[in-house]
């Protein structure tokens, strides 16, 4: 804002140079705040010395490079198949528990919500069950 003209006791106009905005410019003093100018502030340079550079070729990396390691005692999630519930907690959340098949194993073991670490496998396994549901339920309500 470059100019305010007060047109009453309560009323200010401003003017705003070069501005795209289509705004009534007649507003009430209470809506005006003062602002305070800042001098210019120091400003530090940093200087980019090329010999300090480090650069790598990506194309030399193996496909896997970015793939982060697992720890010695963390498995891989193949696929969710079932889902039971039990108790609630006593905060009050409902103890779920997910069939799990992990990837090298044959046999699936009951693991709690809270001990997984697949969000993609678990919203897609979840997100399927609910539709199978529906399904399920509209199947039911078309027998005669």
Not at 7 to 30: D, K, Q, W
Not at 109 to 124: F, K, P, Q
Request: with cysteine; glycine share 4%; aromatic share 12%.
């Amino acid at each position: 804002m470059d100019h305010a003209e007060k047109i009453g006791e309560y009323a200010v106009r401003l003017e705003i140079a070069g501005s795209t905005y289509s705004i009534f410019p007649v507003v009430h003093v209470s809506k005006i705040k003062l602002v305070k100018i800042f001098p210019d502030r120091p400003v530090a340079r940093l200087e980019d010395a090329d010999r300090d550079r480090v650069d790598f070729d990506e194309a030399l990396l193996s496909e896997d490079s970015w793939i982060q390691d697992r720890d010695p005692d963390e498995y891989e999630v193949e696929r969710i198949s079932d889902v039971r519930t039990g108790k609630r907690t006593s905060y009050g959340r409902i103890y779920r528990e997910f069939l799990v098949y992990w990837r090298g194993y044959e046999d699936p073991t009951w693991i709690d919500e809270a001990d997984l670490n697949c969000g993609a496998l678990l919203h897609e396994f979840l997100r399927d069950r609910a539709s199978r549901n529906r399904f399920g339920v509209m199947q039911s309500h078309e027998e005669p």
